[in-house]
């Protein structure tokens, strides 16, 4: 949903972002990651909101990222994408 907000396909972008991200604050689950939220899809909505709430949620992934530069050393298609999404969050935090 949070990509379809940030193209402008719902009324109240920002508003429903903002109470989104609240909700994706409280699934934290301590060790840079959320419960009940798909962690690479996650990062790549957040990678695409343009709000500090968003900002904050990359930054509490940024052990996680980090970590997964140095452990990933399979090249494959996937791995490359995830490699490339890691970076760009790293890149804004």
């Known amino acids: 949903m949070w990509r379809h907000l940030t193209a402008g396909g719902l009324d109240n972008q920002e508003a429903r972002l903002i109470e989104g991200l609240k909700a994706l604050k409280q699934r934290r689950d301590g060790s840079g ?17 343009d709000i500090p709430q968003a900002l904050n949620e990359m930054k509490y992934t940024a052990n996680v990222c980090e ?27």
């Open 33 to 49: 990651r959320w419960r009940s939220f798909p962690f690479y899809y996650t990062l790549l909505s957040l990678s695409e909101i």
């Open 67 to 93: 970590r997964y530069l140095k452990h990933s050393l399979t090249d494959d298609i996937i791995n490359r994408r995830r490699r490339t999404l890691v970076k760009r969050v790293l890149e804004k935090c």
